[in-house]
């Protein structure tokens, strides 16, 4: 799907937006312009692209709308690799590592602040919404916090985590464009579109942790080190239960 032409051209688009967004270079704003730079798939700005024309909005009203997305999720990896000791992201070394713990977590509030101000403007459903997201991601991370070394809930207790950390910002994403073109009943579709894909994404990326070189951007076998119980540690657990106890 990466090389769809169509993809190929919106990610063009938001890129080029993206490499203006950073205020300043003060260390938060190198540390949000180091982890934008890198690139990424953008899944979050393409969904906010493709619902937003199924709602009827021209590309031009999905800009600042496409940039928040990215840049709430750039704020959480900042946060979240410091969190995780991740030392690289997106083939680059994590920002913590390259400007210090500090730089990391200023540029993530930095790069939220950046998001709240261009959701700021569009109608206020999109702000009660974005906020209702951006809340479940910060408590779906905490919990995971609560869940290391633990298989107790099984899959409906990853989904809790899955679910607030990425597809909530992913229903989000997909929904924003109808919300803002004051169509709410094609919004509700269309969140619940975003939702799944990005439970499904979130276990794609569980298993890549156990695939060394699936993910080049990534260190392998990261999560089974910090004992996070991902999707596929905790189906095998469940099949096997002399393996839940090792
Ligand atoms: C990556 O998960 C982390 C997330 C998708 C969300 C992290 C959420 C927060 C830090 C709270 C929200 C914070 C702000 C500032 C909005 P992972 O560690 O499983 O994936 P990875 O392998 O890509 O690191
Ligand atoms: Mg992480």
Known sequence: WIRDPLVVALRRR?????????????????????????????????????????????????????????????????????????????????????????AAVLGGDLAHVLALQRVRPAPSPAMARFLDGVGAMVRAQALEIEQVGELGGGVPAWRSVAYGKTAALCGWSAEVGALAAGRPALAEPLRRYGESLGLAFQGVDDLLDLVPGMDPGKVAFADLRARVPSLPIRLAAASDPALART
């Not at 979050?44 to 709602?55: E, F, S, T």
């Not at 840049?71 to 690289?88: F, G, K, Q, R």
């Open 14 to 102: 938001i890129d080029a937006r993206l490499e203006r967004v950073v205020p300043s270079t003060d260390p938060a704003s190198r540390a949000v312009g180091e982890l934008v730079a890198a690139g990424g798939k953008r899944l979050r700005p393409l969904l906010v692209y493709l619902g937003g024309q199924l709602a009827g909005l021209g590309l031009e009203h999905l800009d600042t709308l496409a940039e928040a997305a990215e840049l709430v999720h750039v704020a959480s990896l900042l946060h979240d690799d410091l969190m995780d000791a991740a030392e690289v992201r997106r083939s680059r070394p994590a920002a913590w590592r390259v400007l210090g713990p500090k």
